[in-house]
């Protein structure tokens, strides 16, 4: 059986739409994340976590002229920097934490 490649990049971008609304979703019921990592002031932090950006764009650019080139969608491309960015931090001795409740 053959699929064609617009058929199964339709079922990924709906897919990815569906876990997107779920997370965002959820989100809401939950308490955020922050990075933490003990004996650290917020310059130090925004450093890092300049840093860890910086990386994770590097990590997801494509040339124009590059084979493929675009195969990668808006949407997979900041998953993949945010993961890449999640790597970085936790390889820099942050760990994300839950924020105290305010209730």
Request: include cysteine.
């Amino acid at each position: 059986m053959l699929i064609n490649r617009s058929s199964r990049k339709t079922n990924s971008v709906l897919s990815l739409t569906l876990l997107i609304t779920l997370t965002i979703g959820f989100s809401g019921c939950a308490r955020q994340q922050q990075w933490f990592k003990p004996g650290l002031n917020q310059h130090e932090f925004e450093q890092d976590a300049a840093h860890c950006r910086k990386q994770a764009a590097k990590s997801t650019y494509q040339s124009p002229f590059a084979f493929n080139a675009g195969e990668m969608d808006g949407l997979e491309q900041s998953m993949v920097r945010e993961r890449f960015f999640e790597r970085c931090m936790t390889a820099k001795g942050y760990r994300l934490q839950r924020e105290p409740s305010t209730k």
